[in-house]
């Protein structure tokens, strides 16, 4: 069945790049859009950016001189790299899939930029 | 970007009322806008998709409705379940954005 799952550091210090995967399975990177999306504490949904199936990528203009998706289908797995991180970028971040909106998302990984 | 406006940023009902929930986009988006319940600690779920199309597994008393820049979220006959907090979102441009949301609460 088809699955996301999210993975990284809990805590990064302010300044320093943060890196996440998405592993998936039950289906192919090259048929199916990877998004990520975070949420601040208690705050709303923030779309980041995109793995397109074909391999091209799309950003949130707000991050996108801090921020770069990539993926390695062979591990069904897509990155996200996150530089010069503050307090705000606290956040818990998800991997969805997107078909048609997103039916498909993983449980999030919770990030806190802190020293 | 395309700005979402979600109104009213809280909704306070009763179990049994039905509700509108609106979002509205900053420029004409067809009906390129699918609507998410997340409740808390949860990740979000799909409702609706491409503004009035339904999901399996969801209760048919979710409809959605709307093309252009006007979009409403409608729950018939709100349930206990239902209080969470709603979310639109578009996917017409390539950079998709999603509306701050709307809050149902228990009045």
């Known amino acids: 069945q088809v699955q996301l799952k999210e993975s990284g550091p809990g805590l990064v210090q302010p300044s320093q790049t943060l890196s996440l995967t998405c592993t998936v399975s039950?289906?192919?990177?090259?048929?199916?859009?990877v998004h990520w999306v975070r949420q601040p504490p208690g705050k709303g949904l923030e779309w980041m950016g995109v793995?397109?199936?074909?391999?091209?990528?799309s950003y949130n203009s707000a991050l996108k001189s801090r921020l770069s998706i990539s993926r390695d289908t062979s591990k069904s797995q897509v990155f996200l790299k996150m530089s010069s991180l503050q307090t705000e970028d606290t956040a818990t971040y998800y991997c969805a899939r997107d078909r048609d909106g997103y039916y498909y998302w993983g449980q999030g990984v919770m990030v806190t930029v802190s020293s | 970007n395309i700005v979402l406006t979600q109104s009213p940023a809280t909704l306070s009902v009763t179990p049994g009322e039905s509700v509108s929930l609106s979002c509205r986009a900053s420029?004409?988006?067809?009906?390129?806008i699918h609507w998410y319940q997340q409740k808390s600690n949860e990740s979000p779920r799909l409702l609706i998709k491409?503004?009035?199309q339904s999901i399996s597994g969801i209760p048919s008393r979710f409809s959605g409705s709307g093309s252009g820049t006007d979009f409403t979220l409608s729950i018939n006959r709100v349930e206990s379940e239902d209080f969470s907090i709603y979310y639109c979102q578009q996917s017409y441009s390539s950079l998709y954005t999603f509306g701050a949301g709307t809050k149902l609460e228990l009045k």
């Open positions: 491409y503004a009035s």
């Open positions: 793995m397109w199936s074909d391999g091209d990528t």
């Open positions: 039950g289906f192919s990177l090259t048929s199916y859009h």
């Open positions: 420029q004409s988006i067809s009906t390129s």
